[in-house]
């Protein structure tokens, strides 16, 4: 099934650095999605994606959605402790009900 | 968005036993998804619920391990069958969001040790 490459695996961060994580997928997404997870509990959405481009931003969370359609990144601003978790991509191609995950970015933030 | 309970949070069983998990739906919604994390892993989806037909099952996961149950619009069960410690493993249950935006809102999930 189809797969999405999610990088870095796991960072680990001082407070106030910025945070950068990427992910990219072999075929065309028309929707990508960003979500944390944090422990003992379900993914919960940040950042919702749906045209090539398109930048948006949720306070210090900004995510695009690449022109190829084929990638997509997230940026944290200034992290704090509460930033703590794993970051999941997930996109779903044109046609299909079905998200496809990344495999996580877990983030460690030092006070 | 929807608000979605599960049930257990959490538990241990033995092996080679069954464990059927809840999901409450506080809205009615056509489908309902079933997804499984491994530990430290991402999410796979084992199982599309619609109300009125049978499960949909992704490729690797079978009715006779994961049957399903959807017997309205807004609850749904998941049974992990003859347990082994690989099933180990957070059941989540999902349904889209009815903003109509077209993305999934996850339970909590529910804990599951094989031993």
């Known amino acids: 099934g189809q797969q999405l490459n999610q990088s870095p695996q796991s960072m680990f961060i001082q407070e106030g650095e910025d945070v950068s994580m990427n992910c990219t997928s072999s075929?065309?997404?028309?929707?990508w999605l960003w979500y944390k997870q944090d422990p003992g509990e379900g993914p919960v959405l940040l950042i919702a994606?749906?045209?090539?481009?398109e930048l948006t931003s949720n306070g210090r969370l900004t995510a695009q959605f690449g022109i190829t359609r084929k990638d997509s990144f997230l940026n944290i601003s200034a992290s704090i402790p509460s930033d703590v978790g794993i970051y999941f991509c997930?996109?779903?191609?044109?046609?299909?009900?079905?998200?496809?995950f990344g495999k996580g970015t877990k983030l460690t933030v030092n006070p | 968005s929807a608000v979605i309970s599960q049930k257990p949070s959490r538990d241990i069983c033995q092996r080679g036993t069954s464990l059927t998990i809840q999901c409450q739906v506080d809205?009615?919604?056509?489908?309902m998804f079933w997804y499984r994390q491994q530990p430290g892993q991402s999410l796979t989806l084992i199982a599309t619920?619609?109300?009125?037909?049978?499960?949909?099952?992704e490729s690797g996961f079978v009715i006779d391990k994961f049957p399903i149950s959807r017997p309205n619009l807004t609850f749904s069960t998941l049974t992990v069958s003859n347990m082994s410690p690989e099933d180990s493993s957070i059941y989540l249950c999902?349904?889209?969001?009815?903003?109509?935006?077209?993305?999934?809102?996850f339970g909590a999930g529910s804990r599951l040790t094989v031993l």
């Open positions: 999902s349904v889209f969001e009815d903003s109509g935006a077209n993305v999934l809102t």
């Open positions: 075929s065309i997404f028309n929707t």
């Open positions: 994606l749906y045209k090539a481009g």
């Open positions: 997930a996109g779903r191609e044109g046609g299909s009900e079905k998200l496809v």
């Open positions: 809205s009615q919604v056509t489908m």
């Open positions: 619920a619609n109300q009125g037909s049978e499960a949909t099952y």
